[in-house]
């Protein structure tokens, strides 16, 4: 297992959040909601993200609705957060202008 992939604990969680905009912890993972101008730009972003996830082989689970992305990132194969989840949080703030 990379080191990227390691579970972090709570304080390592804390301090890499606090330096995250946007994003929060709820029951274990990252979480945050974006709010797009429209329903295409919401769209847009899943697909550019989704390309990230794919090189980075880290998968987000998310969800749409009209111009709203909502994003909760877990490493599965470690039970909890990681690296990879504050990689993948920071890649999506700055593909949706952040
Ligand atoms: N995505 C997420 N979010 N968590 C994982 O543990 C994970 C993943 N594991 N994408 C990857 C794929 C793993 O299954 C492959 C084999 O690298």
Same mark, same amino acid.
């Given at each position: !297992?990379?080191?990227?992939?390691?579970? !972090?604990?709570?304080?390592? =969680?804390?301090t890499?959040? #606090? $330096? %995250?905009? *946007?994003?929060?912890? /709820?029951?274990?993972?990252? %979480?945050?909601e974006?709010? +797009?101008?429209? +329903?295409? $730009?919401a =769209? *847009? &972003? =899943? #697909?550019?993200a #989704? =390309?990230?996830?794919?090189? &980075?082989?880290?998968?987000? $689970?998310?969800?749409? @609705?009209?111009?709203?992305?909502? @994003? $909760? %990132?877990?490493?599965?194969? @470690?039970? *909890?957060?990681?690296? /990879?989840?504050f990689?993948? #949080?920071?890649? !999506?703030?700055? %593909?949706? *202008?952040?």
């Amino acid at each position: !297992m990379s080191p990227k992939q390691q579970r !972090m604990n709570d304080d390592e =969680i804390a301090t890499a959040v #606090a $330096e %995250l905009p *946007g994003w929060q912890v /709820l029951d274990g993972k990252l %979480l945050r909601e974006y709010v +797009f101008a429209n +329903f295409v $730009e919401a =769209i *847009g &972003f =899943i #697909a550019r993200a #989704a =390309i990230w996830a794919e090189k &980075f082989d880290h998968h987000p $689970e998310w969800s749409n @609705v009209y111009k709203r992305v909502r @994003v $909760e %990132l877990s490493t599965h194969d @470690v039970g *909890g957060i990681s690296r /990879l989840d504050f990689q993948l #949080a920071q890649k !999506m703030n700055e %593909l949706a *202008g952040d």
